[in-house]
C-alpha cells in the first residue's frame, strides 16, 4: 500500500519528468490532467507552446486517474500503459485521443535522452 508521502513525493517526481520530457516546440493542443488520489494532480497545458506543465486542479479535456507510482513506472518504460488500462489500473474520463498524444511526445525526448 501506498503512503500518502510516498505519492506525493511520486507526483512530484512526475511533475518534473514531464517538465524535463516534453519539447519545448512542441504543443499538445489539448488539457491533459492526472489525478492522484490523496496526492494531488498534474496538469499538462496543452494549448499553449511549450506546454505548461503544473499542480493547479483545473478543468481539462483529458483526465487520467492513477496511482502515481504506476505512473511512474510507465513514465520509466517498466510498465505498459495498455497492461495497466486493462486490468483497471487508471481510468480516463474525456477525449482519451489527448492521453494518447502525450505518449510520442515524452518517449521522444526520453530516447533521445538514451542514446
Sequence with gaps: MTTIAE???AAAEITE???NAMPADASLGARLKFV?????VVMVDGTKVPNEIHNRDEVADC????????H?????LELDQGIAFRQGKM???GDVAVAVRL?????KTTNQGRS
Design 17 to 19: 519528468f514531464l517538465r
Design 103 to 107: 505518449g510520442p511526445l515524452v518517449l
Design 91 to 93: 481510468r480516463i474520463s
Design 72 to 76: 511512474l513506472q510507465m513514465l520509466h
Design 7 to 9: 505519492a506525493q513525493k
Design 63 to 70: 483526465t487520467v486517474q492513477i496511482d502515481p507510482l504506476l
Design 36 to 40: 492522484y488520489p490523496g496526492a494531488g
